[in-house]
């Protein structure tokens, strides 16, 4: 579906455990080399060009043993990568602090405001979120808040709020050609 629409800002979640936990050492650099850049590929056939952003599940690659390998990677295809510095992350719009609790107030309109208000930096800044739609045959510990967070990004106080806050709705495909195009070679 992205394919039918090649302004959308698709980017690489590069995952090693997934939700049912399966091990992968984060400490072997040639295992994360060999499975990032096996990810990597993937995306790369699927979507017939690069990403536009990259991360990952459980932000595997925030540990320090990963970061330098990622990096290396990811550097030469000119795109933020979640902790870079590139874009500012801030990550609070989430339900569910403790496994499979569900805290419908983190969020909530009132929350994601005061995220705006308070939490955005000048530049570029990320808001993570996991909006979405149940399913048939789909299976999640974050279902019920996938819509929770999307019935809150679509509530009208919120564009009432980035528009008090002087803020600018933007993809990374925004940033990858403003930013991208002065950094890349």
Not at 64 to 87: M, N, S
Not at 111 to 122: F, K, M, P, S, V
Request: proline share 4%.
């Amino acid at each position: 579906m992205a394919r039918e629409h090649p302004g959308l800002a698709v980017g690489l979640h590069w995952d090693v455990w997934g939700e049912d936990e399966r091990e992968f050492d984060v400490g072997d650099e040639g295992a994360v080399r060999d499975e990032f850049l096996r990810q990597l590929d993937a995306f790369h056939g699927l979507m017939g060009k690069a990403p536009t952003h990259v991360d990952s599940h459980k932000h595997a690659h925030f540990d320090e043993r990963a970061f330098p390998v990622v990096h290396e990677i990811v550097e030469p295809l000119g795109v933020p990568l979640r902790g870079d510095g590139a874009v500012e992350f801030v990550g609070g719009f989430y339900a569910q602090w403790e496994w499979e609790v569900t805290e419908l107030e983190h969020v909530s309109v009132e929350a994601l405001q005061g995220i705006l208000r308070d939490e955005t930096a000048d530049g570029w800044t990320e808001i993570s979120c996991h909006p979405g739609y149940r399913w048939p045959g789909f299976s999640s510990v974050y279902h019920a808040e996938r819509e929770a967070e999307l019935a809150t990004l679509t509530d009208p106080a919120i564009r009432r709020t980035l528009d008090e806050c002087g803020l600018r709705l933007a993809s990374y495909g925004d940033w990858v050609a403003v930013v991208g195009s002065r950094t890349c070679a």
